[in-house]
């Protein structure tokens, strides 16, 4: 069946530009999170959505980082007043489960780069 | 903070070898172990994860073991091939039950 689908792939965008991004999590995923990795890193944690709850925003850099999910299906991370440390992978991953301890099941991720 | 740590940022076999890539992490309460694997411009690919309860799970041509007593992960790979080349990632759920905590990744190089 079909994966995680992220759009747009890549994304240029000036400093102080607003951006959206957009996953498509697998179909019935009752679980969706974002994270960004950095060049040469590790993915790290941004947010948590149970449905259409967010439970978990812990991981949001700034408040200039903003996510939804508002029909527990599609979620956008918007990005507001770009800054060239914003520059990374954007990476959406979906898991079954409502609960830890199962897999999540990756994106390609979205690479924003901010000039 | 919790952390997971990599012991080697980069490991070269010969085709037909046997990897092994180890990672470490900090938090005794961890309850969730997974790896993925990630090629240049994709999404981290799920490999096989393991459950605090058990200290051994094997896939196909995969291998995790977990040793809580000095909170090492290791990854064993068979008969390492081509394709095998990426880079590799532990991550350990965090204590909030749904966050992956991501060690910084291993590059394995593979060569015929």
């Known amino acids: 069946g079909a994966g995680v689908s992220q759009s747009p792939r890549y994304k240029v965008a000036k400093r102080g530009q607003d951006v959206a991004l957009r996953c498509d999590p697998i179909s019935g995923h009752v679980s969706l999170f974002w994270y960004q990795q950095a060049l040469g890193q590790g993915p790290e944690f941004l947010t948590y959505?149970?449905?259409?709850?967010?439970?978990?925003k812990s991981g949001l850099p700034s408040d200039r980082f903003f996510a939804e999910r508002p029909e527990g299906s599609v979620s956008t991370l918007k990005i507001q007043r770009t800054q060239q440390e914003d520059s990374a992978v954007y990476l959406c991953a979906s898991s079954w489960r409502g609960q830890g301890g199962y897999e999540q099941y990756f994106g390609p991720g979205t690479r924003l780069t901010v000039t | 903070g919790e952390s997971v740590g990599l012991h080697l940022p980069t490991l070269s076999v010969q085709e037909g070898d046997n990897s092994i890539i180890n990672c470490a992490y900090s938090n005794s309460a961890s309850d969730y172990f997974i790896w993925y694997k990630q090629e240049s411009g994709k999404g981290p690919q799920f490999i096989i994860d393991?459950?605090?309860?058990?200290d051994k799970r094997q896939g196909q041509r995969v291998t995790v073991l977990l040793n809580k007593t000095v909170k090492h992960l290791s990854l064993q790979i068979a008969a390492t091939q081509p394709g095998d080349s990426a880079v590799y990632f532990c991550?350990?759920?965090?204590?909030?039950?749904?966050?992956?905590?991501f060690g910084k990744g291993t590059t394995l190089s593979v060569s015929s």
């Open positions: 393991i459950r605090s309860n058990m």
């Open positions: 991550a350990a759920e965090a204590l909030s039950g749904t966050a992956l905590i």
């Open positions: 959505f149970q449905n259409e709850a967010q439970l978990d």
